[in-house]
């Protein structure tokens, strides 16, 4: 018996990604597809322009598209909405009772909704409680950090725990996916870098602090770690990669460092939740890897890994460079794994 | 009248700069190229694969490519020998009494050799007193710092001379011509980055503290400056974009410091060399710039330019992207500034 | 004194390349700068979205942008207008007196409207005698063929003029800047070719058609030549490359028909036309040429370069693959000689 | 129980390529690689520079590579050799008693050796027989194709088959791993095309005449169609792309012709061998494709895709687009179908 379950914003770049992972999820079954209303009414197959390299999936090729309404008999939905939607839309949905599991931006912040990485803050998922309360029908918004950050985040969970972090510089190298489907113009970005995303620093320094948090009450109280970021698009498809420094609490080797890290396992893990990694974070011992072309797709996209492992020159200092698929992790298949605690944890 | 000078290793990617660069120039007749044995005895035209966009000089197209031996008649020569042959060639040529100037990485770090940015370090030049004195017949190396070094070099010079630099940390986004014509195979970096350039990040780290340094009798006494590179390869013809993390020893406004870096002169500018731009360093105040393709033709590839200029977390620290054009201003550009200064400073 | 212009859609790409080219034109003064509502009333810098790598020219960088109407006092307009655009507004031009030089492909294959490639055809800008006469106050409309139709009808005119042509199959391999700034996105095309663009093939067919056409009264009587053209995005930013196979009416050998290319001259030569290449075609011996990044910009990217110009199977066979700059020679380049031709024979 | 096989050249593209599909396959079990000798000796991991986009099979990990001798027990070797080196090194090892399955482009136009396409010309295959006698122990070569005559020659087939053909026109834009992992340095490609691959024209113009010929005795007798190809490099990983001019003996309608286009199958589908795509040729309606980033992967690599389908401009002239994977279907899947067919009919 599946859960029936909605997409919203269903044909763009996200939203292909999600009808992709549905479509052969154990747990869904993605029945209800949206977009804009100049699609709604046409059998998704015309509606989409799909460009995954993989065929559209048979059994939604037919499913009509709606239009984004919460007019529809299932339970949870997925977002994949612009955050400008976003904003006023899964609100909406919400108050009706839906669980919105949401990759948009619009409540990443806001008090009282969880930022989740179930490998590193499943007990954000707490806040939830409040929530449905506050809502007529039980409803509730739970969302994913950005593609940077969950990268980002990942990789720092098992030292952070471990050891403690003060400081954090991050400078990226971003997948062009990350904009969307016609967000970065070919002449834009052939032979050439943009240094450049709007907005991008500011999450993953500020969606970084609030997934490390505690939970207090209600609220969660962030993290003190002095974190500043630079993001720059580059001319690749799929897949962040990212090169930081961490200045540790708690000193130790790398030896020992690795072993944190290739060891890391959160919930999804012990739940062994259908769309969770064996293994989170795999650490390469190449001196030039990892890549995105080469990396990405490690354990169907969500696994993130590591390389050029090494100490900084101060005493606590680490820099390595990680790599994560930020469509596949970093946005679909984020959400999905959300919405997999979610129901493991008895929340719907 | 003319200069006669020699370039050694005329063919390769820096070569053909070189060759490019000279053809006009009006202080050097470029009249000797030299390349390896398989190349000897073929006019330019025949022995080189040219790649640059525009045509072979006409001046050089039938000049008889030679073995690189000190053999011919010319003071002054311009190396775009690979380190490993430059390692040994430059010494018999210093020996037969040649300047060399040197893109090689072979000699940077030596005690005794000038490792020169013409508007940084121009006093450092001195050294090459103590190398003519102790050749036979006066000649001496003096080398240019690697193409990463010279840009990250050039953006906090103006600033480690206003406000002392007590931190560096910088992650780059290099270009493929850095490697050489086949350095990176196109299987390689088509959609892809790769997170490591073999020496680089080691080459970042010394060669700023030398060049950064004080003479102190025939020695460079290093600058002391915590310094920590990542470097990365991604897919631009040239232009190197990097992100930099500054902690100054002294605070300032972002006003102040963005005039001091675009009044930033050096000895070039005074003394009006021929390949000196007008302005060493340009601030863009676009929010997404600078970048490689639009800004790295800068005054004929010979300035840096940068933005995102922006306070860092901490007291002190500043963030700002540069990108200067590795071929040009990193490499073949660099040498002949650094003979022109070696000119005018009288010590041909 | 300078003839005061104004071009109409200049914050496009096409509209940066007129701007880029009159800054410094030795006949014409841009004083005139439209764009859509949205940008009308800004000075220039700050209407436009620059992306070429040269400044934007200072003198028309505070010129205030205007909404495209025809109600200003010049007697030339350079149209770089979307065509949806340019079929409404250029005849409202054309009605009020203007000369209007286009680059849309509305009124390209009008009859009675020249579509000029002024060394090919450029007794066809008599045509514009019998629009003079019929409107209002004496303006006119001509046209530039397509992009990829320039750099081919270059090609083939002298074999054209020569040998007769049967029968001509073309292979475009086209630059993502011929689709305007966001036309193509980098997800569509990084790792990818496209093997459409929309109605270029007809265009390529038919307008080339015309071009070879032969003016009876005042009707263009089309060349009859069977052609087929198959047409192809690749990841290049300027520069279409196209595979021709020819059927001469007439055979010859390589090196005559090699010699009738390169020995091609036509009026902008003769006249000595501001724009007009000194030679327009380059016929290139190298085994692998032409190459767009490093043949695009031959003589400011006016001329055309053939390569691998050999004999076919069949008796008259000839295959060949030419190169030409899309933007520049392809489009407002080609405006602008089409603008200094008419100048000179009088028609202003 | 599985057949022990060889791959000659085990680290190269071709070769990666053939480790990794062989891992897996139901009948053959690599248990023999080889490669210079500078990597005898070395576990498979340390001798390979990996770059496809899956890990290692565990199977081949630590298997010792060997020199290419053949001195090791087993009957069918793969040869992902440079020709340079399988010009001297496939008679050997056929000589000694082994079938050697061959990507490369040494005997492929041998008369009495087979050029394989298994649904092309099976019955080809009867070549080898004279070959066995000939040798001392039996052994013998099979060739499969060149990556873009792959492509063309199964798109071809069927229409020739139906209708014959008088006359093909062909301009590929082919992807930079046909030129092997070093073969296209990015230098040479980015933002660039390449008008030129060596021997590739005639490979292709070859290669199909011999493919679609008949057996008359131990030859060919070659097919006699005019076939004329233009070859370029464009910035791809994998997936050739290729417009084709057909003119058919016998004209038909497009409708019918895109059946015999889709319902085309051969021994391999009959047989259901292991590694035959169960559609050969898929044709694709939407107008805009096949795409190599999107389609090259159909079928795991075996099916080519055909679109823009459509009727030419003389009488029997027909113009398409077809894609297929050419490190794939067009190298060692090829190879591997090859044998596969060969073990069928029961020549081991």
Redesign the interface.
């Known amino acids: 018996m599946k859960i029936d379950v909605g997409v919203l914003g269903a044909t763009g ?1 996200v939203g292909q990604r999600f009808v992709s992972l549905l479509a052969d999820h154990p747990w869904f079954e993605p029945r209800f597809l949206t977009a804009s209303s100049r699609s709604a009414g046409k059998p998704y197959v015309d509606a989409v322009n799909w ?4 065929e559209i999936p048979e059994s939604v090729r037919e499913v009509d598209v709606r239009e984004t309404k919460a007019d529809f008999p299932a339970d949870l939905v997925f977002s994949a909405l612009p955050s400008s939607v976003a904003s006023h839309v899964e609100p909406e949905f919400a108050n009706e009772g839906y669980i919105v599991a949401s990759n948009a931006s619009s409540y990443r912040m806001e008090s009282g909704i969880p930022l989740l990485i179930p490998e590193v803050n499943p007990n954000h998922l707490d806040l939830i409680n409040s929530q449905k309360r506050s809502k007529k029908h039980g409803g509730a918004i739970i969302t994913n950090p950005n593609c940077s950050t969950i990268i980002l985040a990942m990789s720092i969970a098992p030292l952070y725990k471990r050891y403690g972090i003060k400081e954090i ?1 991050v ?1 990226t ?1 971003q997948a ?2 990350g904009a969307g ?16 995303i709007s907005g991008e620093e500011e999450k993953m320094e500020n969606e970084t602090l609030k997934i490390l948090g505690q939970i207090v009450g209600s609220e969660v109280d962030q993290a003190e770690i ?3 970021a ?1 993001c ?1 698009r ?4 799929d897949g962040h ?1 990212e ?1 930081v ?1 961490v200045k540790l609490e708690n000193n130790s080797t790398i030896n020992e460092i690795k072993e944190v890290m290739e060891n890391f396992r959160g919930e999804p893990q012990k739940l062994e939740l259908p769309s969770a990694p064996k293994k989170p974070i795999h650490v390469l011992d190449e ?11 490690r354990n169907k996209g969500m696994s993130i890994s590591i ?2 492992l090494k100490k ?3 005493d606590g ?1 680490l ?1 390595f ?1 990680v790599l994560g698929h930020n469509t596949l992790r970093g946005a679909a298949g984020a959400s999905i794994l959300n919405a997999e605690l979610l129901v493991e944890k008895g929340y719907m």
């Open positions: 770049m460009f995954l390299d993989e510089k400078a190298l062009v996916s489907y016609s967000g970065v113009p070919s002449m834009a970005i052939i032979d050439n870098v943009i240094p450049y002095e974190i500043s630079q720059n580059v001319p690749v498809i990669t090169n420094w001196r030039d890897r990892p890549q995105p072309r080469i990396d990405r797709g390389g050029r900084g020159k101060s200092e820099t460079t």
